[in-house]
């Protein structure tokens, strides 16, 4: 006897031809993405190309029962890709274009698969960027599922501030759009905003219209570095209080800045407590804004400002701090990690940062602190011991930290989502009735179940 997914591969193949494929190496390379959950393999992946043949996909698998999972890039940390009951893996991947971009108005349309490193090399000739830039060239549309974050958040928002609207393809095969290309809108419920952020449990996201910003006229890059840990978080906190415009402040520990060093060749820093900064303005504007940062930093017994001016250096500090993780990583050679990804009210940043480096000092693990501290939002790196209970010992310092950022009012995930890794904090951050209320928000669009399953609720 066929299985519904079976009947579903046979229908889907009129359509997309040899573009929905068994194949073991693409199910396997579907299975999983940067996190340390169990793979597992989809029945299928299907690689879509238009709006419509997610409808018409959707409804077929609706029809049948089948489970969906979108993938973008695959790099996601808390196992949103991953098809837990098997399924239809729908790859973006083709849906790169830009479809438009309206130099005047600074906003763009685009498909999901484009990512943020290609939409910014396309706008550059045009005196645009798109800002948001979480550590991996991650996919648009991977972006706002997760409402993603990153390095520029604490100046120019997440992805919840710079998306005006969405084209959703929707459980039933139905296809709509939220939102618009103007800045505000007081019409109907905000369905822009129930989207970002909902990781594929609503429905999958196949146009994305964006908000642009003018590149600044003026950039600067310093690097600070501290003694102390608990002196570069007060730096953070009282420069975010003066109200200084910086437009990147990321905050690496000792061992983080080690790791950096090694890795990226860093060379002239010390393995310390270290602030990054970035800023933009005119050039009299980011003039001032370094001035009074590095007065401040100065009350906190800093060792000065190392300034990077150019393009070139500018490029190659912020490379290092992208590529943290994977620093992380080379310091203990088949060793996983698990990224934490805490957040907390920015008075209460000293609190956390310095309660999870005590979690971390008697877990007896080595676990990195980095963050993007302007907005109260940092991580740690947990590296897993390949030993039986190492994973176990990683998981309980990961609650930890996290125990700690939902009792400072602060939330359990700043960046990352819920996925399969955050989902037993979501009642606790949230509280029962609110909970209750999303489940019916997902039962009215999705009442089987079909749009990935095992996210964010614990079933």
Same mark, same amino acid.
């Given at each position: 006897m066929?299985?519904?997914?079976?009947?579903v591969?046979?229908?889907?193949?009129?359509?997309?031809?040899?573009?929905?494929t068994t194949?073991?190496?693409?199910?396997?390379?579907?299975s999983?993405?940067?996190?340390t959950?169990t793979?597992?393999?989809?029945?299928?992946v299907?690689?879509?190309?238009?709006s419509e043949e997610?409808g018409?996909?959707?409804?077929l698998?609706n029809?049948?029962?089948?489970?969906?999972?979108?993938?973008?890039t695959?790099?996601?940390?808390?196992?949103?890709?991953?098809?837990?009951?098997?399924?239809?893996?729908v790859d973006?991947?083709?849906?790169?274009?830009?479809?438009?971009?309206?130099?005047?108005?600074?906003?763009?349309?685009?498909?999901?698969?484009?990512?943020?490193?290609?939409?910014?090399?396309?706008?550059?000739d045009?005196?645009?960027?798109?800002?948001?830039?979480?550590?991996?060239?991650?996919?648009?549309?991977?972006?706002?599922a997760?409402?993603?974050?990153?390095?520029?958040a604490?100046?120019?928002?997440?992805?919840?501030?710079?998306?005006?609207?969405?084209t959703?393809?929707l459980?039933d095969g139905?296809?709509?759009?939220?939102?618009?290309r103007?800045?505000?809108?007081?019409?109907?419920?905000d369905?822009?905003?129930?989207?970002?952020?909902?990781?594929?449990?609503?429905?999958?996201?196949?146009?994305?219209?964006l908000?642009l910003?003018?590149?600044p006229?003026?950039?600067?890059?310093?690097?600070?570095?501290?003694?102390?840990?608990?002196?570069?978080?007060?730096?953070?906190?009282?420069?975010?209080?003066?109200?200084?415009?910086?437009?990147?402040?990321e905050?690496?520990?000792?061992?983080?800045?080690?790791?950096?060093?090694?890795?990226?060749?860093?060379?002239?820093?010390?393995?310390?407590?270290?602030?990054?900064?970035?800023?933009?303005g005119t050039?009299?504007?980011?003039k001032?804004?370094?001035?009074?940062?590095?007065?401040?930093?100065?009350?906190?017994?800093?060792?000065?400002?190392?300034?990077?001016?150019?393009?070139?250096?500018?490029?190659?500090?912020?490379r290092a701090?992208?590529?943290?993780?994977?620093?992380?990583?080379?310091?203990?050679?088949?060793?996983?990690?698990i990224a934490?990804?805490a957040?907390?009210?920015?008075?209460?940043?000293?609190?956390?940062?310095?309660?999870?480096q005590?979690?971390?000092r008697e877990?007896?693990?080595t676990?990195?602190?980095?963050?993007?501290?302007?907005?109260?939002n940092?991580?740690?790196?947990?590296?897993v011991?390949?030993?039986?209970? @190492? =994973?176990?010992r990683?998981w309980? $310092?990961?609650?930890?930290?996290? +125990?700690?950022? #939902? /009792?400072?009012?602060? !939330?359990?995930?700043?960046?990352h989502?819920? @996925? =399969?890794?955050?989902?037993?904090? $979501?009642?606790?951050?949230?509280? +029962?009735?609110? #909970? /209750?209320?999303?489940r !019916?928000?997902?039962?009215a669009?999705?009442?089987?179940?079909?749009?990935?399953?095992g996210?964010?609720?614990?079933?």
């Amino acid at each position: 006897m066929s299985r519904p997914v079976d009947t579903v591969i046979a229908a889907a193949t009129a359509f997309l031809g040899d573009r929905i494929t068994t194949s073991t190496g693409f199910r396997e390379h579907h299975s999983h993405g940067q996190d340390t959950q169990t793979p597992v393999m989809p029945d299928a992946v299907a690689f879509i190309e238009t709006s419509e043949e997610a409808g018409k996909l959707l409804s077929l698998c609706n029809a049948h029962g089948v489970p969906v999972v979108p993938y973008g890039t695959g790099t996601s940390l808390e196992g949103h890709v991953t098809p837990v009951r098997g399924g239809i893996s729908v790859d973006m991947s083709r849906m790169t274009a830009v479809l438009e971009v309206n130099q005047a108005d600074m906003d763009c349309r685009v498909q999901p698969g484009l990512t943020h490193r290609s939409l910014n090399a396309h706008l550059r000739d045009q005196g645009l960027f798109f800002p948001v830039d979480p550590g991996a060239d991650a996919s648009l549309g991977g972006m706002c599922a997760t409402r993603a974050s990153g390095t520029n958040a604490v100046r120019y928002g997440t992805m919840r501030e710079n998306v005006m609207g969405l084209t959703v393809a929707l459980a039933d095969g139905r296809v709509i759009r939220t939102g618009g290309r103007v800045r505000k809108s007081s019409t109907g419920y905000d369905l822009t905003r129930l989207f970002v952020g909902s990781e594929g449990t609503l429905g999958i996201i196949t146009e994305i219209q964006l908000r642009l910003h003018g590149i600044p006229e003026a950039m600067s890059a310093a690097v600070c570095q501290f003694e102390r840990l608990g002196d570069a978080v007060e730096t953070v906190i009282a420069i975010m209080q003066a109200g200084i415009p910086v437009a990147r402040m990321e905050l690496l520990d000792d061992v983080q800045m080690g790791a950096c060093i090694a890795y990226s060749k860093l060379e002239g820093y010390q393995a310390v407590p270290t602030l990054f900064f970035e800023f933009h303005g005119t050039p009299e504007g980011v003039k001032e804004q370094a001035s009074l940062a590095e007065e401040i930093a100065d009350g906190f017994s800093a060792k000065g400002f190392k300034w990077a001016t150019d393009a070139d250096a500018r490029n190659r500090l912020w490379r290092a701090r992208h590529d943290a993780y994977w620093a992380c990583l080379a310091l203990k050679p088949g060793y996983q990690g698990i990224a934490t990804d805490a957040i907390v009210p920015i008075s209460r940043l000293a609190e956390a940062v310095l309660g999870a480096q005590e979690d971390i000092r008697e877990s007896g693990l080595t676990a990195p602190i980095v963050g993007h501290v302007g907005d109260g939002n940092f991580h740690t790196v947990i590296l897993v011991p390949p030993e039986p209970g @190492g =994973l176990e010992r990683a998981w309980e $310092l990961d609650k930890k930290i996290v +125990a700690r950022a #939902l /009792a400072l009012g602060g !939330s359990c995930s700043g960046e990352h989502g819920v @996925g =399969l890794g955050k989902r037993e904090f $979501l009642e606790l951050e949230h509280g +029962a009735e609110t #909970l /209750a209320v999303m489940r !019916s928000v997902k039962a009215a669009l999705d009442p089987r179940g079909i749009l990935n399953p095992g996210k964010m609720f614990v079933n």
